[in-house]
């Protein structure tokens, strides 16, 4: 069975300032491993993922990911936060060996960027 | 290409009604399935389907109903409304349902059971 922990619900930073959101993943196999960001009143929207190759991805928007295999963490960060980030993220896994891409999410963080 | 697709937006239901929420996608995908979206919970799985006529159950099935006559439409059925099932439901669609495809959402259908 596989698990995700994102640490902190709510993230406040500022304008500027880099941003970084925390996901672990419990498996008994490494995960395919997903960051979607969600703003208001809307769906969830890709920023990156990581399935095999390059442990440092890049996304959308400037986000980037690393794949810690032996810390089994996914931390997103982005250098520079802009108002427009303001919005819920969601780290996701799913098993490489199961026949289905059946996501399991995080709880989610909020970021709130402040001027 | 308008992606994935959800109606209606908002619905208020009174306990024991039932009502489908539809979910529609042109992008030629296989793979669609249902979330359900509660505060401190992420998403969780509903339903699922890898193809016309084939579907199955995810983590939090009970009360709910689906079935898959086409590739574009994947139809989600209440039941017998309870106010436990009063959430916010998104529909997803993949290419081929692989664990490493991208899956692409809908906006959501807010639905609160009084």
């Known amino acids: 069975a596989q698990s995700v922990t994102q640490l902190g619900s709510h993230v406040s930073v500022s304008e500027g300032a880099l941003v970084l959101l925390r996901c672990n993943y419990s498996s008994s196999v490494p995960p395919y491993l997903f960051w979607y960001v969600q703003y208001p009143n809307q769906g969830l929207q890709l920023l990156l993922k990581y399935t095999t190759g390059a442990t440092l991805v890049k996304g959308i928007n400037g986000f980037e990911a690393e794949f810690k295999k032996s810390e089994t963490s996914f931390h997103l960060t982005k250098p520079s936060a802009h108002m427009s980030d303001a919005a819920e993220y969601f780290c996701a896994v799913t098993d490489p060996t199961d026949s289905w891409g059946k996501f399991q999410f995080g709880a989610g963080t909020q970021v709130v960027v402040t001027p | 290409n308008a992606g994935v697709t959800q109606t209606p937006k908002f619905q208020v239901l009174k306990t024991g009604q039932s009502m489908t929420l539809q979910c529609a996608q042109d992008?030629?995908?296989?793979?669609m399935s249902w979330y359900r979206q509660d505060p401190g919970m992420g998403l969780r799985l509903i339903h699922y389907?890898?193809?016309?006529?084939?579907?199955d159950q995810g983590e939090v099935p009970n009360g709910y109903n689906v079935s898959r006559s086409t590739t574009e439409d994947f139809p989600l059925r209440l039941l017998s409304a309870a106010p436990s099932q009063t959430s916010v439901y998104f529909c997803?669609?993949?290419?081929?349902?692989?664990?490493?495809?991208?899956?692409?959402f809908g906006p959501g259908t807010r639905l609160t059971v009084l």
């Open positions: 992008m030629n995908h296989e793979y």
């Open positions: 389907s890898v193809g016309a006529g084939i579907t």
């Open positions: 997803a669609s993949s290419l081929a349902g692989a664990p490493e495809d991208t899956q692409y």
